[in-house]
């Protein structure tokens, strides 16, 4: 089971991180997801297994961060210069596949999605 949270409302220019809890380990590879009011989900970020790989949507490289810290069993998305446009629900998603994929059918778990405001 995967729970997100830290989502909220920030103004742009601001940061926030997003945690993803895996209950029962971090296996595979988690991806974050966000959709946005009257789009489809769209992808954002994903790591690897082991951290050594990280890919990421146009829109974010170098603002956004993916990690995880198999450890604590989370995932976490730092998001760092935030735009409007960055508004949405994100979600968490694991894959027990090898590839970090774009795509949200490649990914079996998901969390419930945690809210992320960005005003202008």
């Known amino acids: 089971q995967l729970q997100a949270s830290g989502g909220g409302l920030v103004q742009a220019g601001g940061s926030l991180r997003l945690s993803c809890a895996a209950s029962?380990?971090?296996?595979?590879?988690y991806g974050w997801f966000r959709q946005a009011p009257g789009k489809e989900r769209e992808f954002v970020a994903a790591v690897s297994r082991s951290s050594s790989a990280t890919r990421y949507t146009d829109s974010v490289k170098g603002r956004f961060t993916i990690s995880r810290d198999n450890a604590k069993n989370t995932v976490y998305l730092q998001m760092n210069s935030l735009k409007p446009e960055d508004t949405a629900v994100y979600y968490c998603?694991?894959?027990?596949?090898?590839?970090?994929?774009?795509?949200?059918?490649?990914?079996?778990?998901w969390g419930q999605g945690t809210l992320v405001t960005v005003s202008s």
């Open positions: 029962g380990g971090t296996f595979g590879i």
């Open positions: 998603a694991q894959s027990t596949g090898g590839i970090l994929s774009l795509y949200p059918s490649s990914y079996q778990y």
